[in-house]
T-cell receptor
């Protein structure tokens, strides 16, 4: 079984300061890991994904995430927050097992507030 | 523009009524998925389809039905058996079954 825990349900940052969103996962397989962003009443947009290549993954809009197998973590960071980064962020794990439906397991989400 | 479209954006259901949510993609993706999102929660898988004319139940399929008669279309019907249908429904597709999933804009279903 796989699971994803996003350690903060809400994060508040000031514009121009760093953002850190924490994610821990568990999986019996070699997982693929994703971060998606969702703006209010919108679908999910892929920020970045890890698939066992480089452990530091760069995504869109200045975001990056580091895969740490020893810590089973996949934290998302951005050096300088922008007002447009205010949204909800989901950490997602995929076991890639066809028989299980290539199941995506979603974390509970972290809502980011950016203060001017 | 390539992408995934969902319609309608908002849908209202009366008691005992079946309603159908549309999902269309022009990405030539083989696999398609339906998820349900409740407030403050992550997404849960309702149904998925790896290929035309084939689909499988996800984690919360009860009260829902789907069809996959065309590669580009994967409609979801919320039946009267679904007692708590109010939610945000998201459709996704992927090029192959193990590829990255891309999401549509969603349909919000409300019960009158």
């Amino acid at each position: 079984a796989q699971s994803v825990t996003q350690l903060d349900s809400h994060v508040s940052v000031s514009e121009g300061t760093p953002v850190l969103l924490r994610c821990n996962y568990s999986s019996s397989y070699s997982p693929s890991l994703f971060w998606y962003v969702q703006h209010p009443n919108k679908g999910l947009q892929l920020l970045l994904k890890y698939t066992s290549a480089a452990t530091l993954v760069k995504g869109i809009n200045g975001f990056e995430a580091e895969f740490k197998k020893s810590e089973t973590s996949f934290h998302l960071t951005k050096p300088s927050a922008h007002m447009s980064d205010a949204a909800e962020y989901f950490c997602v794990v995929s076991d890639g097992i066809k028989a299980a439906g290539n199941k995506l397991t979603f974390g509970g989400g972290t809502r980011v507030l950016v203060k001017p | 523009d390539g992408g995934i479209t969902q319609s309608p954006k908002y849908l209202f259901r009366k008691e005992g009524q079946n309603v159908t949510l549309s999902c269309e993609q022009n990405l030539n993706h083989d696999a398609m998925y339906w998820y349900r999102q409740d407030p403050g929660q992550g997404l849960r898988l309702i149904y998925y389809s790896q290929i035309v004319n084939d689909f499988q139940k996800g984690d919360i399929a009860e009260g829902y039905s789907v069809s996959r008669e065309k590669k580009e279309s994967f409609p979801l019907t919320v039946t009267s058996a679904q007692k708590n249908p109010t939610a945000f429904y998201l459709c996704a597709s992927s090029r192959g079954f193990q590829e990255t999933q891309y999401f549509g804009p969603g349909t919000r279903l409300l019960v009158l």
